[in-house]
């Protein structure tokens, strides 16, 4: 069996995202193709527009076979470690290609990740607090291997091509070229395609939802005219709290609260008005907006350095949903995996010191703003209409 | 100079309030009567009606020549540290009596609290699980004293009795009969006097305050019509968001949180929808609702044992305003007190680590929902119109 995986947000999904699926079953002539996706929270420290489920139908829906829940410790991390945890993932459930977007789909992946890889251990080297990590990360592979890393999903292609790399058996690269739209584009335009971000500024923005009718399949429309949204607005009261009632101590418990920035979130808390103001008054050069974001969705969810580190020991695969070829690949995971295989999540597992319990934790404050039960009495989506889908 | 004290909640400041300060005044020839009243938060656990500076320029209006303020570490406390707090403030600030409202004023306090510090030490012995420490304090005063200790201002008396018998030098005690409505009546009849909870209730509830309009002062209800309340709806989804995402860890580490309450939050909290229902989920025989009411605030205020010890230790007197005869004893009393008197909040004494540290925190609550600033930019009330107040 050919199986193919894809790493995606799906935030929403859109029609770029179903060519990817076309493009990624044609190409690498996939039996099944197997969706390894970011739960309630995504990269860039933001909480998801659909919950996973739903994100997660949608996927079968539109071309995927299988999709499983990439760990918020994977998920809400920079492009590096949230590729380790996805190609790793991927590989443990039987993966023999990764297919991606790129800006690039000519560039050989596979031999820069093993260049990367190659190189000596570099980080402790980027010191230099006038520069964000990423920037002095690309100038080094820029130094050394001539490579330009300016535009987002070639990075993100790169991170993944490293990732794969360090496996002890390497899969295959497969770069798709991305349909018009650039990731990151912010405004939705008459073509059939747009990055998943214009489409979020639309929805967040309160536009009517008909200007993406050209954009997305129906079932994203629906499930966006139907969602509770978890904006920043509503987030940000609860983050100013926690911020205000923390000590520094405390504040400086919090994973990713490196270098003091905990003095400069409670300097600037009490006059901030706004995720966004507080975002711009904790903004320097050191650090990227998405860092930041992380930072606060890190106060906002109480996540220590244990918390993470604990999460990536426990390995796991998180089942969404899947149709029925994906349902034969199960039965035959299940015999060769050593991973535990989740479809319910019980009371044990659920605990806090239990294997989901830090997604329960994070899915918490979903549930608080009216999203339903993400983990408890859940199991994962059986999807029978294939077929029609792929018709 | 006559100097007599008095211990206040003013929430809000009523008739009943304006008679014990003149009675107070009247029957212990005072020349100067000081009030101790709490800050922006309660004893029973909840946020006041109205600002602290607010309260305390309505008590200078009604009576009162100098308020200051009972630091959060004994203001949100059962009576016996409440009471501990606020006499030994009362007696930093040289009053030789202190008066407070009863149900029996012609009872002995001054020879019941010499009786009780008397007494073996006793609490460890009250482990009856099934009985609150209150309960079984009082079964053993009943059975050692043939004390009855069954209305509330009558157990806050003997409280400030035992504080008091406590001092080096003891103050004289002066109960004053509580004008007909009794402390914690429900209901606001047409009598000039209505206890607190009664008028808190009107006011929460959103009925005209015009019904209150014979049972406080004008400037109350002004003030009432004119602020923004702090209600337990509006603190609700901060709380329920806290104990959601808090390990059961971090939970233990908040003070009051003992014999394994934390276990208690954490089962009930996914289902409790209001402060009320979680209350109601909370409550065992073991604890009444007024410490789980403080549990809850601690939790909020992310309050944890180092920070009462420690605040117990900074001892101060915080003024909060005075009138010219007020005045006259700051003068006297800089010159006698060994203790800081705080009429300004350097942000050295507001940082963390700083003498008002504790109380800039908990008052962060406030300010962000719209309470102006409690602490930084403010200075003591002073209050011109004695004589038109009085006359």
């Known amino acids: 069996m050919r199986i193919t995986g894809i790493i995606a947000e799906y935030n929403p999904l859109h029609n770029g995202h179903i060519y990817q699926l076309q493009q990624a079953r044609q190409q690498s002539q996939a039996d099944l193709v197997i969706v390894c996706m970011s739960g309630n929270y995504v990269q860039r420290g933001q909480a998801a527009l659909l919950d996973k489920w739903t994100r997660a139908e949608l996927a079968l829906q539109n071309g995927a076979d299988m999709v499983v829940e ?82 987002p999903n070639h990075l993100l292609g790169i991170s993944y091509a490293v990732a794969n790399a360090r496996l002890a058996q390497p899969l295959n690269l497969l770069a798709i070229k991305r349909e018009q739209a650039q990731h990151g584009d912010q405004t939705v335009s008459t073509a059939p395609y747009a990055s998943a971000s214009a489409i979020r500024q639309v929805v967040t923005q309160g536009t009517a939802l008909a200007a ?29 709290y926690r911020i205000e009632s923390l000590s520094l101590a405390q504040l400086r418990q919090v994973y990713q609260m490196s270098e003091g920035l905990e003095y400069r979130f409670k300097k600037v808390i009490h006059k901030a008005n706004s995720y966004t103001e507080l975002l711009q008054a904790l903004k320097t050069k050191r650090y990227t907006y998405a860092r930041l974001q992380r930072v606060c969705l890190y106060v906002l969810l109480n996540i220590q350095p244990a918390d993470i580190q604990q999460g990536l020991q426990r390995t796991y695969i998180r089942l969404l949903g899947f149709n029925e070829i994906g349902q034969q690949h199960l039965h035959q995971l299940k015999k060769t995996t050593d991973l535990p295989i989740i479809s319910k999540v019980s009371a044990k597992m659920g605990a806090e010191t239990g294997l989901l319990g830090l997604e329960v934790r994070v899915d918490r404050l979903c549930e608080q703003f009216g999203w339903q039960s993400q983990n408890f009495a859940r199991q994962p989506i059986f999807y029978h209409g294939k077929d029609e889908a792929h018709c």
Do not use: M
């Not at 993406?212 to 940000?236: I, K, N």
């Open 70 to 151: 990439l760990p918020f410790v994977s998920a809400v991390q920079p492009a590096d470690r949230f590729a380790t945890g996805a190609v790793q993932l991927l590989a443990a459930l039987g993966c023999q290609t990764i297919a991606f977007g790129s800006e690039q789909p000519t560039f050989d992946y596979q031999q820069a990740g093993q260049q990367i890889i190659d190189l000596p251990e570099q980080s402790a080297a980027f010191v230099d607090y006038q520069k964000t990590y990423a920037t002095q990360l690309n100038e080094f592979y820029q130094e050394q291997l001539s490579l330009q890393i300016d535009q």
């Open 212 to 240: 993406l009718q050209h954009v997305v399949p129906a079932g994203t429309l629906a499930a966006l005219a139907d969602s509770t949204l978890l904006t920043e607005d509503q987030l940000w009261p609860l983050l100013k």
